[in-house]
């Protein structure tokens, strides 16, 4: 599965919680064998923390979702820690932005792209949160999503393992099926896009080192009776 999709669901890596564990995730490769991903342990020090966001024009039954994430980096290594995505009115975007402020202080820049309501958000929060930064798009989503898998097929970006974030299985899903043809649903992929080609452009620069000291703001599920079998690998295709 995945042939001809810009991002591979086997370019990824995976991370669990330092002192607990996960199987491996086992994915099915384009040529129809499959494969072991093995899960290593979050880093508890990180060179930076960042937001990036990909905002809507407004809330209606139509509308694109807003979509936010915090990521992690040390040296070449990025973390994708948290994503939130759903429909909301520019006042609902605002307060998300700050609610992410407030739930991960340690995110020092806080992207936002430069197209629907991402400027006025940036105009309002300008003296209240610091660290926003306004990101222009170079060409369109699949553009961008391609620049980013030189990083993904590198190794270079970590996803929670799927029993610890169940929105994963969704994502790599949909991974598998787009090409790049159409732009929508995109807005996790978007985000995502943003943060890892802003941080692999600043993977060499020193600079604060943070610690993760609480994991209680993650809002990761726990793991659930039947997300994976004892002894065997988590498997998704």
């Known amino acids: 599965s995945g042939e001809h999709s810009i991002w591979k669901r086997h370019w990824w890596r995976f991370w669990h919680y330092p002192d607990s564990p996960r199987f491996p995730v086992t994915v099915r490769l384009p040529d129809g064998t499959e494969r072991d991903i093995p899960?290593?342990?979050l880093p508890k020090h990180f060179d930076r923390?960042?937001?990036?966001?990909?905002?809507?024009?407004?809330?209606?039954?139509?509308?694109?979702?807003v979509a936010g994430a915090v990521w992690g980096q040390v040296g070449s290594s990025m973390y994708?820690?948290?994503?939130?995505?759903?429909?909301?009115?520019?006042?609902?975007s605002v307060q998300a932005i700050v609610d992410m402020s407030a739930n991960w202080p340690l995110t020092s820049k806080k992207l936002i792209e430069a197209k629907a309501?991402?400027?006025?958000?940036e105009d309002l929060l300008r003296s209240k949160i610091p660290g926003l930064e306004l990101v222009e798009p170079r060409g369109?989503?699949?553009?961008?999503?391609?620049?980013?898998?030189?990083?993904?097929?590198a190794g270079n970006c970590w996803l929670p393992h799927p029993s610890l974030?169940?929105?994963i299985v969704d994502f790599l899903d949909f991974m598998?099926?787009?090409?790049?043809?159409?732009?929508?649903?995109?807005?996790?992929?978007?985000?995502?896009?943003?943060?890892?080609?802003?941080?692999?452009?600043?993977a060499n620069?020193?600079?604060?080192?943070?610690?993760?000291?609480?994991?209680s703001p993650w809002r990761a599920r726990a793991s659930q009776p039947g997300d994976f079998d004892e002894g065997k690998s988590f498997r998704r295709r």
Request: hydrophobic share 35%.
């Open 49 to 65: 923390q960042i937001q990036s966001w990909d905002l809507a024009f407004g809330k209606t039954a139509t509308s694109s979702k």
């Open 176 to 202: 598998d099926t787009w090409t790049g043809e159409n732009d929508e649903d995109t807005d996790i992929l978007d985000t995502a896009s943003q943060a890892i080609i802003w941080l692999a452009t600043r």
């Open 39 to 41: 899960c290593d342990p």
């Open 80 to 92: 994708w820690l948290h994503v939130r995505a759903e429909r909301m009115t520019f006042t609902e």
């Open 140 to 153: 369109g989503k699949a553009a961008r999503a391609g620049v980013a898998s030189d990083y993904l097929e």
């Open 165 to 167: 974030c169940p929105w």
């Open 205 to 215: 620069r020193t600079g604060d080192t943070f610690e993760l000291t609480d994991v």
């Open 117 to 121: 309501n991402g400027q006025a958000a």
